[in-house]
């Protein structure tokens, strides 16, 4: 089946998963080829019980998968797909062969199948599959098409049904135990708890100081180059034969591991050891000489390119995938969703070559490398991410620019690199011993290395977590000594150190952490670690991933009422399940009875997550059932962290806070409101003491002469503020619900200073300052964007808040007097410089907005987080700030729609108008008119009736559903 052959096959049409996509590959193919974007999934499980169909009711309609007739899913084609699959759908009809060129991975087959099930092809039906999108690629699957892998697609929907289960299922116990609208999901959840656990551990730690020594040595000859140093650094590995203690030495708990043969020096120690040996005459003791070798790194797979991009780029895991979405649908890298480490044939040809080329045949080996895949289940049909085509282009080549280019060059580095040979040297060892002024037997140990040949090194080296780890091509040369050669020490350094505790998580030892594992698939940690962001679970300080409170609260509660759904190996234990699925050794319906149902047994080699326990105790009878019985969970204990002192940090449905217990038995405790972005592991009893010793935020001001309630100023969450206290028996809720009376302060008050009399003031607004010469009324409000005067539709700032108690008619109307201003203002100073932009490169400056502080380049704005400040910014935290902005791209505006009675208004206006346009006419224009606008009248209000009713079934719908908001993967 010849592509250039399209003539003498009628139309073909080529469905694609996004237009970019599809814009590229249309060029590739001839004219009797039309190539349509489906945008995504056109099909899905519904998002509401609204979107389910009347037919179905009470568990079918909640979980949009009918448990009871072997979870039969529910699919329903999304509202904002219609369209597009109304336009498919009339394309089809005008083709006599259909091609389904959607990604060759799992999720791919299944938008495939889901296209074929909808549509409802009569003509011949293909899959067309490539891991790249090259002219040569293109052409090719086309002339070898294959039929959809149903088994593919099996995998695909058994994985969709049990995230449905699980996130329908477990998310409603956190909205009653816990907080509404919070989500649980089989990886998010196992994510959320490896990051909660690493901050228990820095909680939990202990630090431990300790000292060393570190000498300067001199040979006494002249270097003759750098190549053979005068001097070197050594450090004091052992006193008379026992080992010092180093930081590895210490436990969590602060102690030795090992007291009787390490030795644990303390400042004074070091400072009189290094006394005594201020006289010494050291010699070499030994000099160990090895062969150094080190071989390339394995080209990119999706979890090592999310890594080595956050390294080296400072990308996050999604702002990643996106660019090399981006770089794959354009043509100029493979498929990005692999977790194979394999090179085509074209490909590693094309890699010798540039090797050759770029850096002469002495780097290439002799024959070609391979690597083979370390990942569990990897999909060796698919290739590493490397540069498409069969020769690379040099990303000089290539017209990219920015975050593009950068991502390529990395992608295109290590496959060039992955062909190079291996980089050589040498690694020696030095002991350099003494004897002090006091008899004890000192010893100083140093480490060189030298790259005789760099290899591979010439073009790439691998990043590493560890801001301290050295890099592979970094070299350490001492000097030529021999055994027995005298040193002299110039210097003489006692040097404190103290243990640290374990480094959180970033999104890149994150993504290895779950790879390790073997939990989730690869292709879905950049929208897992999304998610436990944007759900308030996690949040960034610098490139660390902190825990919040509440998904302390969280994991505590799924740990004990739910632990095996968030233990280690029994997630890992599903996905090797779900692999089997996939490759036909096991089936979908009794798998999902026993994970839901708890039915069935299973024997042998069948055996899997659903029937394995924890080790726990936690038994599983069923998802079903673990969900039913909710009487054991104790909402007040689960989110309840003891921090000593009596002192314990609870999780509120507002927020965390910190309580104590008071003196008095029966009278409520002390509270505190705890920063929602305070790092846990800084929560101690000293930082608790201290928001306790902040005004409380209850302090009465008096009475309000008028309605006679008190009037008291709070510390919210917001800020402080003053409200009114209503009687008791006041209806809070319903028809007859009262509010109290609330206003800010102004930014120039303090709640220690703020009086009655202001309290009176600021509730008094907005104020009525007087009426114009036409009877218009003029008020001063406080708005979200600051003080101003408003007119009818006509709004003018105020330069202050004070201005809202004090400005008079005379000075409105002479505010209203003058033209008003279009546009911004003139731009205030920038309040800091902080150099050019690495993307953009352009200068970035630090302003202030009406929203507080933010960096831009001019291009890009990034508002200050809550740890930032302007006078401790750093250039690469800007820089960190504004790539994570552009990442999320522009904030999407969604058009407000008219009331429908207004547009019905507006179209009898029009209409009227029209009408009397009309008469002035001709008699046959004003017969035309008349009818037209009678149809126009009955257009507006059909319009007017569908829209009061699409309204009112919007609105049933989100009152039904209003808690079913939650991610499920």
């Not at 114009?772 to 003080?787: K, L, V």
Request: neutral net charge; charged residues 30%; proline residues 5%.
């Amino acid at each position: 089946m010849s592509p250039s052959s399209e003539t003498a096959h009628g139309k073909r049409l080529v469905i694609v998963e996004s237009p970019a996509k599809a814009k590229t590959i249309k060029g590739y193919l001839g004219p009797g080829y039309i190539v349509e974007a489906s945008v995504g999934h056109i099909r899905d499980l519904p998002g509401t019980a609204a979107e389910v169909p009347d037919e179905y009711t009470g568990e079918v309609r909640r979980l949009g998968v009918d448990v009871d007739h072997d979870f039969a899913p529910i699919y329903v084609v999304n509202a904002d797909k219609k369209s597009q699959v109304t336009k498919l759908k009339s394309l089809l009809k005008e083709s006599d062969e259909l091609f389904l060129a959607t990604d060759e991975d799992r999720e791919g087959e299944a938008i495939a199948w889901h296209l074929q099930e909808v549509l409802k092809p009569k003509v011949p039906v293909h899959r067309m599959v490539f891991h790249e999108i090259t002219k040569d690629a293109i052409q090719e699957a086309v002339r070898n098409p294959r039929d959809l892998n149903k088994r593919l697609v099996d995998a695909q929907e058994t994985r969709r049904i049990l995230d449905r289960l699980y996130g329908y299922e477990v998310s409603p116990v956190l909205w009653k135990k816990v907080m509404p609208k919070l989500s649980a999901g089989r990886v998010q959840s196992v994510a959320t708890r490896l990051v909660v656990e690493r901050e228990r551990e820095r909680i939990a730690f202990t630090s431990a100081s300790y000292w060393d020594l570190v000498a300067t040595f001199g040979t006494g000859r002249t270097a003759a180059d750098a190549a053979n140093p005068e001097t070197f650094g050594a450090r004091l590995v052992s006193v008379d034969g026992k080992r010092v203690a180093t930081g590895r030495d210490f436990g969590t708990d602060g102690r030795l591991k090992n007291a009787a043969n390490t030795l644990h020096l303390d400042e004074q120690a070091a400072r009189a050891l290094a006394a005594a040996l201020e006289q010494t005459a050291f010699s070499v003791r030994s000099v160990e000489s090895k062969p150094y070798r080190r071989s390339p790194y394995a080209p990119f797979r999706t979890t090592t390119l999310q890594q080595e991009a956050s390294r080296k780029l400072g990308f996050g895991a999604k702002r990643t995938m996106q660019v090399a979405q981006k770089l794959y649908e354009n043509g100029f890298i493979t498929y990005m969703r692999t977790d194979s480490t394999t090179l085509s044939d074209t490909a590693i040809t094309a890699a010798r070559a540039q090797v050759t080329q770029l850096y002469g045949a002495d780097y290439l080996p002799a024959a070609p490398r391979t690597y083979a895949s370390k990942v569990k289940n990897a999909q060796e049909a698919h290739e590493a991410i490397r540069p498409s085509g069969d020769r690379f282009c040099t990303p000089a080549e290539t017209g990219l620019s920015g975050d593009d280019f950068r991502l390529y060059e990395l992608i295109w580095m290590r496959t060039v690199a992955s062909q190079m040979k291996d980089a050589v040297g040498q690694s020696v060892t030095v002991k350099v011993g003494g004897r002090s002024a006091d008899g004890r037997d000192a010893e100083f140990s140093a480490s060189g290395k030298i790259i005789t040949f760099h290899g591979f090194l010439k073009a790439y080296v691998e990043g590493a977590d560890d801001p301290n780890a050295e890099l592979d091509d970094r070299e350490r040369r001492l000097p030529q000594v021999s055994e027995g050669d005298p040193l002299a020490a110039e210097r003489l350094t006692p040097e404190g150190h103290a243990t640290k505790p374990p480094a959180r998580y970033t999104e890149a030892s994150l993504v290895k952490e779950l790879e390790d594992r073997e939990i989730g698939r690869p292709s879905t940690y950049a929208s897992i670690i999304d998610t436990i962001i944007n759900r308030k679970y996690v949040f960034k300080k610098g490139t660390a991933l902190v825990p919040s409170f509440l998904s302390f609260a969280v994991v505590n509660l799924l740990e004990k009422h739910f632990g095996r759904l968030v233990d280690y190996d029994f997630t890992a234990r599903m996905e090797d399940d779900l692999d089997r699925i996939a490759a036909g050794q096991a089936e979908s319906v009794p798998w999902l009875k026993r994970f839901y149902f708890g039915e069935g047994e299973a024997t042998g080699a069948a055996v899997g997550a659903a029937d394995t326990g924890n080790g726990d105790g936690d038994h599983l009878g069923g998802l079903k059932e673990l969900v039913t019985d909710l009487g054991a969970i104790d909402a007040r204990e689960i989110s309840s962290f003891p921090i000593g002192d009596g002192i314990v940090l609870r999780v509120g449905r507002y927020g965390p806070y910190v309580e104590r217990p008071t003196a008095v038995e029966g009278e409520p405790g002390q509270r505190a409101d705890v920063p929602d972005e305070l790092p846990p592991d800084e929560l101690t009893v000293e930082l608790a003491e201290e928001l306790f010793a902040k005004p409380s935020g209850e302090r009465e001001l008096g009475t309000d002469p008028i309605s006679g309630n008190p009037l008291v100023a709070k510390a919210g969450r917001y800020g402080p503020y003053v409200t009114e206290v209503l009687p008791e028996g006041t209806p809070k809720t319903g028809k007859n619900a009262v509010k109290p009376r609330t206003a800010s302060l102004f930014t120039s008050m303090d709640l220690d200073t703020v009086t009655l009399e202001d309290a009176l003031r600021l509730l008094s607004l907005p104020r009525v300052v007087g009426a114009d010469a036409e009877g218009n009324e003029i008020t001063a409000q406080n708005g979200r964007y600051g003080p101003y005067l408003k007119r009818g539709t006509d709004s003018r700032s105020l330069t202050s808040e004070d201005q809202l108690l004090s400005i008079t008619l005379d000075e409105a109307l002479a505010i209203y007097a003058q033209p008003k201003q279009r546009g911004r203002a003139a731009a205030a100073a920038p309040l800091k410089e902080l150099g050019n932009d690495p993307v953009s490169e352009k200068p970035v400056v630090v302003k202030d907005g009406r929203f507080g502080p933010y960096v831009t380049d001019g291009e890009t704005n990034a508002t200050l987080r809550k740890d930032d400040e302007v006078e401790t910014i750093t250039p690469e935290r800007a820089f960190e700030l504004l790539a994570e902005k552009r990442a999320r791209g522009p904030v999407k505006k969604t058009a407000k729609k008219a009331p429908a009675k207004k547009t019905a208004t507006a179209a009898k206006k029009t209409t009227a108008a029209k009408t009397t346009a009309a008469k002035k006419t001709a008699a046959k224009k004003t017969t035309a008119v008349k009818k037209t606008t009678a149809a126009k009248k009955t257009t507006a209000k059909t319009a007017a009736a569908k829209t009061t009713a699409a309204a009112k079934k919007t609105a049933a719908t989100e009152s039904a559903t209003a808690e079913n908001t939650f991610e499920e993967s």
